[in-house]
């Protein structure tokens, strides 16, 4: 089944394809044809499983026709839970979009940054993807109106509840026209998704991708090492430069540990930044975009800020200090491997980590090889 086939023009299978999307994924097999139609539809998909491109594409074919007619009334609004999340799915919509012949204004907008760029961007904008918060901002300030909303898109669902934004939805859904195309992501259905889905969502169309085994679904290899505390450090540079790695991400336990980390790399030749919740909004965007576009070889993050960022073509993911849970481990090693690719997932395990990663191997079903590393001569790194 290909993008044609599903109901898509040439201009956004041309988009799709200079993206790198040839063949549709699972979710996007199943929901492109009914955001197409208009209906209203419950994906059940983590990250990872292609979710954005299952709503973007429809939604900028749709949009090539129906273009926001008043200035600030935007037909399309995507509400993500995160800033990391809005830059990037602004970012699929753009890319796509920057190949088909009719320019569609899309715009990401998220808090912790100045809010009067984005007031004067929206001006002309379709399609709107932002965080609860900033949006109602933008609508207290009369930047950005509601009236003209078509499609609605929740994306992470579960995190955006769980974050606590129920008021700040309950807010924006009271601002929307009472009729349009309500589109519901998430990567579980409990409680709180399925009591908000069934207010939300008139007849929908249910999608469910079964979560897949990261291992499995993206081919990533996973190896451990046992190295004592005090040689971790020389022995991660070891590593990155005995194996060339090209770009790796680096997962640390602590803020302090990432700039410290970023610091000792730096003072060995290997360029790196650090991506913690201790840096500003603006140092966060411009630390994954320097890792990004290529311009730094080691991205060091603390599990919290790495939620949900996707970096294509990641080879490497390094698990420098342990994660706490089970569930981290397989978010970290999940960074690696996206969307068919190979990757490679290595854990440092000191002597005192031995039981916890015993247990993380339990908990994820996995038989992870731990290899000694007494050979290693570690002189000069
Ligand atoms: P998502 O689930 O939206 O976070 O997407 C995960 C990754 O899959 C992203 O890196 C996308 O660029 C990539 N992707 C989405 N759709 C396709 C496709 N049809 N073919 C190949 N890669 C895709």
């Known amino acids: 089944m290909s993008f044609k086939e599903l109901g898509l023009s040439g201009a956004v299978v041309k988009g799709a394809t200079k993206q790198g999307y040839t063949v549709p994924t699972p979710v996007q097999k199943e929901a492109i044809p009914y955001v197409l139609k208009g209906k209203d539809l419950l994906g059940i998909a983590q990250t990872g499983s292609g979710k954005t491109a299952a709503y973007a594409l429809p939604l900028l074919e749709k949009t090539q026709?129906?273009?926001?007619?008043?200035?600030?009334?935007?037909?399309?609004?995507?509400?993500?839970?995160?800033?990391?999340?809005?830059?990037?799915?602004?970012?699929?919509?753009?890319?796509?979009?920057?190949?088909?012949?009719?320019?569609?204004?899309?715009?990401?907008?998220?808090?912790?940054?100045?809010?009067?760029?984005?007031?004067?961007?929206?001006?002309?904008?379709?399609?709107?993807?932002?965080?609860?918060?900033?949006?109602?901002?933008?609508?207290d300030n009369k930047a950005v109106q509601l009236s003209?909303?078509?499609?609605?898109?929740?994306?992470?669902?579960?995190?955006?509840?769980?974050?606590?934004?129920?008021?700040?939805?309950?807010?924006?859904?009271?601002?929307?026209?009472?009729?349009?195309?309500?589109?519901?992501?998430?990567?579980?259905?409990?409680?709180?998704?399925?009591?908000?889905?069934?207010?939300?969502?008139?007849?929908?169309?249910?999608?469910?991708?079964?979560?897949?085994?990261?291992?499995?679904?993206?081919?990533?290899?996973?190896?451990?090492?046992?190295?004592?505390?005090?040689?971790?450090?020389?022995?991660?540079?070891?590593?990155?430069?005995?194996?060339?790695?090209?770009?790796?991400?680096?997962?640390?336990?602590?803020?302090?540990?990432?700039?410290?980390?970023?610091?000792?790399?730096?003072?060995?030749?290997?360029?790196?930044?650090?991506?913690?919740?201790?840096?500003?909004?603006?140092?966060?965007?411009?630390?994954?975009?320097?890792?990004?576009r290529g311009k730094v070889t080691a991205l060091v993050a603390t599990d919290l800020a790495a939620r949900g960022i996707d970096i294509e073509q990641l080879p490497f993911v390094i698990n420098y200090d342990l994660p706490r849970s089970s569930k981290d481990y397989i978010h970290r090693i999940g960074r690696t491997g996206r969307a068919g690719a190979t990757g490679e997932a290595l854990t440092l395990v000191t002597p005192e980590d031995a039981h916890h990663f015993k247990i993380i191997q339990k908990q994820t079903k996995r038989t992870i090889p731990i290899k000694e590393m007494e050979e290693i001569d570690l002189k000069g790194y």
């Open 148 to 292: 003209d909303v078509e499609t609605l898109v929740l994306d992470e669902a579960d995190k955006m509840l769980n974050l606590g934004f129920e008021q700040e939805l309950r807010q924006i859904l009271a601002l929307l026209p009472k009729k349009r195309q309500n589109l519901l992501f998430s990567a579980t259905l409990d409680a709180k998704v399925n009591a908000i889905q069934e207010t939300l969502l008139d007849q929908p169309v249910l999608v469910e991708i079964q979560p897949e085994d990261p291992l499995e679904a993206a081919q990533i290899t996973e190896q451990a090492y046992a190295v004592p505390s005090e040689k971790k450090g020389p022995f991660l540079r070891w590593l990155i430069k005995e194996q060339k790695m090209p770009q790796v991400l680096i997962f640390v336990s602590a803020t302090q540990r990432a700039d410290h980390l970023v610091t000792k790399l730096g003072n060995n030749g290997i360029k790196a930044v650090a991506l913690h919740s201790g840096k500003s909004q603006g140092a966060r965007t411009e630390a994954l975009a320097l890792f990004k």
């Open 65 to 139: 026709t129906n273009r926001a007619f008043k200035n600030r009334h935007v037909k399309v609004l995507v509400l993500v839970p995160t800033r990391e999340l809005a830059l990037q799915v602004g970012e699929v919509f753009l890319a796509v979009n920057a190949h088909m012949p009719i320019q569609i204004k899309t715009l990401a907008v998220f808090g912790g940054v100045s809010i009067n760029p984005q007031m004067m961007k929206l001006q002309g904008t379709d399609i709107l993807v932002a965080t609860p918060g900033r949006l109602l901002d933008l609508v």
